[in-house]
């Protein structure tokens, strides 16, 4: 096999159709301007950005569900533009969305997880032996048969997130999927796909806006008015708050805090990003 | 409580689904003030929806009394139509129910039911666009479509202050959009309240938000009220918010955090000035840190 990124994004531009008016009148504005991002297998990227800076935009890009208006994009070498391909790299690169309701349609919890495979038309037992494994990955292997309608969000997503698990793409990607859950059990999603990232290797990509779900990732992405903007590990990217802040993101408050304390004059190290980290620099 | 706008006693609520019953709501007990902004929080499933469902007339109680703005909303005979002038409600996502093809149309919209003369309709709606900070000659004739996602919430929010309510409730109001639309948000929920005297009820997971806005805070857990208080009431007990399913806001997180380290500070930290001066002040637990390896760390 090749070396190379398991995502290419080489010079995307990208605008949704304006059916109604003619072009002159109102041209379409461009949500990704000649965007390019490698990504390599195993991976653990955080996509940033504001409401409208054309994150879920490179999202739909990535498994084709939106092609380029230029450029193009390849999923392990392959360009999602190539009608032939377009199984191949969706069962490469699984998406889960804000919300899991628009995303579960079965009445019991095992047949939504099962769905996937299902219509891919795979035996039966190893259904059973995927969905088991996809279910107890996300933690959820004591639910199976209760209807959706009965979980809590957190638990829902889990739901959604497993049915994706059970098609072991080798790329997932969520796009703003804790937003919609409570505080807690947007640390349980995020604390579970770091871990399925470690456990399973893979490539995962998580879009947000919230600074503090980047903490945890490798590399975090931000891009503003269709670009990327900034591209580097958390530590890098958390040290201009002021340029975060300018690209409308919300700093959390703790790291606006151990800044202040920084200047003045206690030596916070500026590595540290985490909520425990910043606790043991301050009390070691 | 001088004038409460809603008082609720020993309200009970149970759903019936076939031959099993659920207790959503047990024995709640409490007032809203006119004109104050509370917030309810609690995980999904503690009680929330059910309960505000309760302040506009879309359940009745199974048992106890609810009383908004001086209607009786477990009689037989509430007046419902008018409980629902008064009580406008902003459901999550609310741009979803944008539907018209043009922003004065949308907002124009739920006075017209009111059976509204024309003119009065009119005054409304460019009255709530103004307040809202979509001035309508700029923005009346669009279509909602073509706004930005801050912008059709705050369409969706003006579709409801149209109707002149005296209770406005948000359930999650600003989930979804970025610090920049947050921010103005609340910017513009904080006008309404000021010249319109509005009383708010928020319906949240977004501690920072409760923080910011409520003055007063309900707690739901199964069904029951477990705590009520102001925001610095309520977010010192980081322990048992935890309990419950729910996280303070990450400064207060950081606090139990540092406490947990050992470090002794003052018991009722709330905002982050104070936060910031209690730990520049307290030199003794950090100055271990001083040494000449970190101090080279940059």
Not at chain 1, 166 to 178: F, K, M, Q, S, V
Not at chain 2, 198 to 214: F, K, N, P, R
Request: net charge negative; charged share 20%.
């Amino acid at each position: 096999m090749r070396a190379g990124p398991l995502l290419d994004i080489q010079h995307v531009t990208y605008s949704y159709p304006v059916p109604e008016r003619p072009q002159a009148e109102n041209p379409a504005i461009p949500v990704l301007r000649d965007l390019s991002l490698q990504i390599q297998e195993g991976e653990y990227v955080v996509l940033l950005g504001h409401n409208g800076s054309g994150k879920s935009t490179l999202a739909r890009l990535c498994n084709g569900l939106l092609l380029p208006d230029s450029g193009r994009v390849l999923v392990d070498g392959h360009d999602t533009s190539d009608a032939k391909q377009l199984r191949r790299i969706r069962e490469s690169v699984g998406m889960v969305f804000q919300n899991p309701d628009n995303q579960l349609i079965a009445t019991v919890v095992e047949d939504d997880v099962a769905w996937g495979l299902a219509v891919r038309g795979w035996p039966r037992s190893a259904i059973k032996e995927r969905v088991d494994a996809a279910m107890a990955a996300v933690g959820i292997a004591g639910l199976s048969h209760l209807p959706p309608s009965r979980l809590s969000g957190g638990q829902r997503q889990r739901v959604a997130l497993a049915g994706i698990v059970a098609l072991r793409p080798r790329c997932i990607i969520t796009d703003e999927a804790t937003s919609m859950l409570d505080p807690l059990s947007r640390q349980e999603i995020t604390g579970l796909l770091h871990q399925l990232h470690q456990e399973q290797n893979l490539t995962l990509i998580q879009i947000t806006h919230l600074l503090e779900e980047a903490a945890l990732a490798q590399r975090v992405v931000v891009m503003s008015e269709g670009q990327v903007v900034l591209d580097g590990p958390p530590a890098m990217i958390f040290r201009n708050l002021p340029l975060l802040h300018a690209l409308k993101l919300e700093i959390p408050e703790p790291l606006l805090l151990a800044e202040r304390l920084r200047q003045s004059g206690l030596p916070i190290s500026p590595d540290v990003v985490t909520l425990s980290a910043i606790a043991e620099e301050l009390v070691p | 409580m001088s004038d409460p706008i809603i008082e609720v006693h020993q309200l009970s609520h149970i759903y019936q689904t076939g031959a099993t019953y659920k207790a959503a709501l047990m024995d709640i007990d409490l007032e809203v003030a006119r004109g104050s902004c509370v917030a309810l929080i609690g995980v999904t499933g503690s009680g929330k929806t059910t309960l505000i469902q309760h302040f506009n007339g879309l359940l009745r109680p199974t048992t106890g009394t609810v009383l908004v703005d001086g209607i009786d909303v477990g009689a037989n005979n509430a007046d419902l139509r008018a409980l629902r002038q008064r009580v406008g409600m902003l459901f999550q996502f609310p741009e979803t129910q944008l539907f018209e093809r043009t922003v004065y149309a949308d907002v124009a919209f739920g006075p017209q039911r009111m059976k509204l003369g024309r003119h009065e309709v009119r005054a409304r709606v460019i009255a709530a666009l103004e307040m809202v900070g979509l001035p309508h000659r700029e923005f009346a004739w669009r279509s909602p479509l073509d706004l930005s996602g801050g912008q059709k919430r705050r369409v969706a929010l003006a579709g409801v202050l149209a109707m002149s309510p005296s209770i406005l409730i948000l359930d999650e109001p600003t989930v979804g959009l970025d610090a920049e639309a947050r921010a103005e948000f609340y910017a513009y929920l904080h006008h309404v309240r000021q010249t319109q005297g509005t009383t708010i009820i928020l319906v949240t997971h977004d501690m920072t938000e409760v923080a910011l806005l409520a003055e007063q805070l309900f707690v739901l857990a199964d069904g029951r009220l477990v705590l009520q208080g102001t925001p610095r009431h309520v977010f010192t007990q980081v322990d048992q918010l935890h309990e419950w399913g729910l996280a303070a806001p990450p400064l207060h997180q950081l606090l139990l955090l540092l406490r947990k380290r050992g470090l002794a500070l003052p018991p009722a930290l709330f905002t982050f000035e104070e936060v910031f001066t209690a730990l520049v002040s307290i030199p003794c637990g950090l100055e271990k840190n001083v040494n000449p390896a970190s101090s080279h760390r940059e």
